[in-house]
């Protein structure tokens, strides 16, 4: 404690509201200021000065009734602010008006030692005490007088004081009714302290409640709202003024089942029963439209009032519904593919495959040669097939050969068969696929492959309907439905020498282009679920769905082996995942050198056969720009029509633009 010079100070902790302070008024003196004030007047001044007031005005009312009941000059409250060693007054009173509010360091002055918990009492000589206390200083102040204030826990939480320019003698009863004031000051402080934490408590726990992302409302048990947070009135379209008096029902849905789970809810609630989460559907205020959320409740004690939270989740329900569509659609498609088109493995509802469905329809109950394009693995043999099931052959068989599976020197012998001994090996006679097509149909894989020598005899039955078998003089003559498969550029085959033009134009009659997987993606959920029912049995393991993440990679997976590409990684996936659920890891989708010969990702199919000369290296779109370039300088850079680069590369002429576009291929003047 400081030394206070000649002025009187009290005993360390002497802070209660009834301590005897005789020792400090006998050495004090009496002061005559208090003479004809008895210890009720003071009262009723407290009383009549703070009865209808809290807060600051109860303050303000606090320090003028105390100094016009003891007769000083200045009078202020304060508490701490922000560090113990300042203060700041909460009310200050002095020359006949209220000052401002301000705040101090205590070193140096004499309240310093009144926070520490002690009654300071200066009788004199305070300016000259502390001449580090300016304001004390400037205004020339001899006397002092102040007494900490406590809590109910006896923690000093600011102090009271009076000072003047004269000199503040000190009695008994001055003392005791100071304490008084500085009693109820401090009650009011603590309950101001206590008011403070409530609304900063009050206002954290608002700003949760509004920023919160889930959605909360009060209401009654009626459903009328009384508050809302944000989210729930963005999630129904509601303004704040639209909340007081809205009445939940009116945004329920008004589907009779939807109705009656809301009902059970508000009558458990009422009976004060908290409902767990129930599924419901609103509507938008605003505009109406449909909103899917869970609803909890929480009904008050007072069975009036209730606290309801409600999670969005229109999303996870139009999902689902969706989910349920397209797989009600898928199967009504299915059956309709059967009922309509009879094919049976031809799996898909997109519009790219529906219309090929559409051009077998119209082509196969002719007896037109059929060219079907695409890239490898897209199910070229199954067009085939479903041509020769809508024909008129469709009782007859359907012979099938693979002309880039066999050797060139036996190509010949397979299409037209041989007599025994004609060649090395030939230790009998062989019938060939032409004989046994005979009143059905032939279907020709990679006709793109087929030897020129070959060539020359499969223009001849295809013209006159007859061939010599290899190593016979014997014409046969067959009644043959030709059906033909590529995924080579046949007229690039033409203008290298490498396919005959003649057999190209006269295979080249009715088109069929079957599109890459990429292009029909929408195909791949169906094609998935196919094959893993399809493989279930086999696998002897039964799977109930696939991972969203698994579809979704698929979707994004540019397929460069298309379809038979997809049916093997749905194979391998079953293999290797766990449980009912198919998981496709992205490692059994990567691909890290070019596709084989025959096979490219991004290229049309009848530009997707790289020569055997091709650079080795190039990424899918360096093969991709290459093909197209070709494509455009053998066509002059005609785009459209029969001899454009669009039918060259089987594409529309809008899809070509579009590539050309996004591949920065331009014509060079």
Same mark, same amino acid.
């Given at each position: 404690m400081k030394d206070r010079g000649p002025a009187e100070k009290s005993?360390?902790?002497?802070?209660?509201?009834?301590?005897?302070?005789?020792?400090?008024?006998?050495?004090?003196?009496?002061?005559?200021?208090?003479?004809?004030?008895?210890?009720?007047?003071?009262?009723?001044?407290?009383?009549?000065?703070?009865?209808?007031?809290?807060?600051?005005?109860?303050?303000?009312?606090?320090?003028?009734?105390?100094?016009?009941?003891?007769?000083?000059?200045?009078?202020?409250?304060?508490?701490?602010?922000?560090?113990?060693?300042?203060?700041r007054t909460l009310a200050f009173y002095g020359d006949g008006r209220f000052l401002e509010n301000s705040s101090w360091e205590l070193p140096g002055t004499p309240c310093e030692d009144v926070v520490r918990g002690n009654l300071c009492h200066h009788a004199s000589n305070v300016y000259r005490l502390f001449p580090r206390d300016l304001p004390l200083v400037e205004r020339h102040i001899e006397s002092y007088l102040g007494v900490p204030l406590s809590d109910a826990g006896g923690k000093t939480i600011g102090h009271l004081a009076v000072f003047d320019r004269r000199t503040m003698p000190l009695e008994a009863i001055q003392l005791q009714m100071f304490r008084i004031f500085a009693s109820r000051a401090a009650a009011e402080l603590e309950r101001i302290g206590i008011e403070r934490k409530l609304r900063n408590s009050e206002k954290q726990f608002r700003d949760l409640f509004e920023e919160a992302p889930i959605a909360y409302v009060y209401e009654d048990t009626d459903t009328r709202f009384l508050s809302a947070n944000r989210a729930f009135m963005e999630l129904l379209g509601l303004a704040p003024g639209d909340v007081p008096g809205t009445y939940g029902m009116s945004l329920v849905a008004p589907e009779q089942d939807n109705q009656d789970r809301v009902q059970e809810s508000l009558a458990s609630e009422q009976k004060g029963r908290e409902r767990a989460a129930i599924e419901i559907e609103l509507r938008r205020k605003d505009n109406g439209r449909p909103v899917y959320v869970q609803r909890w409740s929480k009904p008050e004690?007072?069975?009036?009032?209730?606290?309801?939270?409600?999670? #969005?989740?229109? %999303? +996870?329900?139009?999902?689902?519904?969706? =989910?349920?569509?397209?797989? /009600?659609?898928? &199967?009504? *498609?299915? @059956?309709?593919?059967?009922?309509?088109?009879?094919?049976?493995?031809?799996?898909?509802?997109?519009?790219?495959?529906?219309?090929?469905?559409?051009?077998?329809?119209?082509?196969?109950?002719?007896?037109?040669?059929?060219?079907?394009?695409?890239?490898?693995?897209?199910?070229?043999?199954?067009?085939?097939?479903?041509?020769? #099931?809508?024909? %008129? +052959?469709?009782?007859?068989?359907?012979? =099938?050969?693979?002309?880039? /599976?066999?050797? &060139?020197? *036996?190509? @010949?012998?397979?299409?037209?068969?041989?007599?025994?001994?004609?060649?090395?090996?030939?230790?009998?006679?062989?019938?060939?696929?032409?004989?046994?097509?005979?009143?059905?149909?032939?279907?020709?894989?990679?006709?793109?492959?087929?030897?020129?020598?070959?060539?020359?005899?499969?223009?001849?039955?295809?013209?006159?309907?007859?061939?010599? %078998?290899?190593?016979?003089?014997?014409?046969?003559?067959?009644?043959?439905?030709?059906?033909? &498969?590529?995924?080579?550029?046949?007229?690039?085959?033409?203008?290298?020498?490498?396919?005959?033009?003649?057999?190209?134009?006269?295979?080249?009659?009715?088109?069929?282009?079957?599109?890459?997987?990429?292009?029909?993606?929408?195909?791949?959920?169906?094609?998935?679920?196919?094959?893993?029912?399809?493989?279930?049995?086999?696998?002897?393991?039964?799977?109930?769905?696939?991972?969203?993440?698994?579809?979704?990679?698929?979707?994004?997976?540019?397929?460069?082996?298309?379809?038979?590409?997809?049916?093997?990684?749905?194979?391998?996936?079953?293999?290797?995942?766990?449980?009912?659920?198919?998981?496709?890891?992205?490692?059994?989708?990567?691909?890290?050198?070019?596709?084989?010969?025959?096979?490219?990702a991004h290229v049309p199919p009848s530009a997707a056969r790289p020569s055997r000369d091709e650079p080795e290296g190039l990424t899918l779109g360096e093969l991709e720009r290459k093909r197209i370039q070709e494509s455009l300088e053998r066509c002059g850079w005609v785009i459209e029509g029969p001899a454009g680069a669009a039918t060259m590369l089987g594409l529309h002429p809008n899809t070509l633009r579009s590539r050309l576009k996004r591949l920065g291929i331009v014509r060079q003047r």
């Open positions: 005993a360390p902790g002497d802070n209660s509201a009834t301590g005897d302070n005789s020792a400090a008024v006998t050495k004090a003196g009496t002061a005559g200021s208090f003479a004809g004030l008895g210890e009720a007047e003071v009262l009723r001044l407290i009383l009549e000065g703070t009865s209808r007031s809290t807060g600051e005005e109860f303050l303000q009312s606090l320090v003028r009734s105390l100094a016009a009941a003891i007769d000083v000059q200045f009078a202020f409250v304060a508490e701490f602010a922000e560090s113990p060693s300042r203060v004690p007072d069975g009036k009032h209730t606290r309801t939270m409600i999670v #969005d989740i229109t %999303a +996870r329900v139009l999902a689902e519904r969706e =989910k349920a569509r397209l797989l /009600a659609q898928n &199967a009504y *498609l299915r @059956e309709e593919i059967r009922a309509e088109h009879d094919f049976e493995t031809i799996v898909g509802s997109s519009d790219a495959i529906r219309r090929v469905l559409q051009q077998v329809e119209r082509v196969a109950p002719t007896d037109s040669t059929v060219l079907i394009l695409g890239e490898t693995g897209t199910g070229k043999e199954l067009i085939a097939r479903a041509v020769h #099931d809508l024909s %008129a +052959r469709k009782d007859r068989p359907l012979i =099938k050969v693979n002309a880039g /599976a066999l050797p &060139a020197g *036996l190509v @010949e012998s397979e299409l037209f068969g041989h007599e025994k001994g004609a060649f090395t090996g030939a230790s009998e006679r062989r019938i060939g696929r032409f004989a046994l097509a005979d009143k059905g149909t032939l279907f020709l894989d990679e006709l793109g492959e087929t030897p020129l020598d070959v060539q020359v005899k499969l223009l001849r039955v295809l013209q006159e309907r007859e061939f010599e %078998a290899v190593g016979s003089t014997r014409t046969q003559r067959v009644d043959v439905r030709f059906v033909a &498969a590529t995924n080579r550029d046949l007229e690039a085959a033409v203008a290298e020498g490498k396919f005959r033009s003649d057999l190209y134009f006269r295979v080249n009659v009715f088109v069929l282009r079957v599109p890459p997987l990429r292009e029909r993606r929408e195909d791949i959920s169906l094609l998935v679920h196919y094959f893993m029912s399809r493989y279930s049995a086999r696998l002897g393991r039964k799977f109930t769905h696939v991972d969203p993440a698994t579809l979704a990679r698929l979707r994004d997976y540019p397929w460069p082996g298309n379809i038979r590409e997809l049916e093997n990684v749905v194979e391998r996936g079953m293999i290797v995942s766990d449980g009912p659920v198919l998981e496709i890891e992205e490692s059994l989708l990567s691909f890290k050198s070019p596709p084989r010969e025959g096979g490219a």
